[in-house]
Antibody, heavy 121, light 108 residues
Framework: EVQLVQSGAEVKKPGESLRISCKGS????????ISWVRQMPGKGLEWMGR????????NYRPSFQGHVTISADKSISTAYLHWSSLKASDTAMYYC??????????????WGQGTLVTVSS | DIQMTQSPSSLSASVGDRVTITCRAS??????LAWYQQKPGKVPKLLIY???TLQSGVPSRFSGSGSGTDFTLTISSLQPEDVATYYC??????????FGPGTKVDIK
């Protein structure tokens, strides 16, 4: 079974750093991109950026560029989303999702279970 | 960047009703459109890709159509378990995978 399993919920203070993870199993991790999606409380889905785990090439939605970093360790089939300095506005549920379809044209399936990040002083 | 809109933003319908949700792209995206269902408190789930191809395991009451800039998701006979928010997503570019704002579907 293809699965993405994310790390657990986090509670952090503004200014702190954080890295959350997404571990893939049941498929060749380096053959499919991974994207990260933000969902703020009561709001819709926002694509943040994606990584090609085979070479760690990334691209970001402009509004997230410079505020988060997406990385991957293919040796352990895990992708990461990293903040160096959290803000209260980063409070949200974060999902990872595997791309599926073609090399450049791909939809998201499956999704991880989500990681809730709460940033509060 | 291509913007995605959806209408209506919410709807309430009776069990058994035919429900149609519209998604519009600000520029043509061929058929590179997916639909996702997110039930309350749950993970988004892929329903349809390539505008009209039903994902394996999705009930046949769901269907999608459209190409270019205008797309629709139809539920032929609304069921209580279909209460959810539905999102469209474009994937015509490897640089951007924008979602629509969502349509919340409730039972009347």
């Amino acid at each position: 079974e293809v699965q993405l399993v994310q790390s657990g919920a986090e509670v952090k203070k503004p200014g702190e750093s954080l890295r959350i993870s997404c571990k893939g199993s049941g498929y060749s991790f380096t053959s499919y991109w991974i994207s990260w999606v933000r969902q703020m409380p009561g709001k819709g889905l926002e694509w943040m950026g994606r990584i090609d785990p085979s070479d760690s090439y990334t691209n970001y939605r402009p509004s997230f560029q410079g505020h988060v970093t997406i990385s991957a360790d293919k040796s352990i089939s895990t992708a990461y989303l990293h903040w160096s300095s959290l803000k209260a506005s980063d409070t949200a549920m974060y999902y990872c999702a595997r791309h599926f379809g073609g090399e450049l044209i791909s939809w998201f399936d499956p999704w991880g279970q989500g990681t809730l990040v709460t940033v509060s002083s | 960047d291509i913007q995605m809109t959806q209408s209506p933003s919410s709807l309430s319908a009776s069990v058994g009703d035919r429900v149609t949700i519209t998604c519009r792209a600000s520029q043509g995206i061929s058929n590179y459109l997916a639909w996702y269902q997110q039930k309350p408190g749950k993970v988004p789930k892929l329903l349809i890709y390539a505008a009209s191809t039903l994902q394996s395991g999705v009930p046949s009451r769901f269907s999608g159509s459209g190409s270019g800039t205008d797309f629709t998701l139809t539920i032929s006979s609304l069921q209580p378990e279909d209460v959810a928010t539905y999102y469209c997503q474009k994937y015509n570019s490897a640089l951007s995978f924008t979602f629509g704002p969502g349509t919340k579907v409730d039972i009347k």
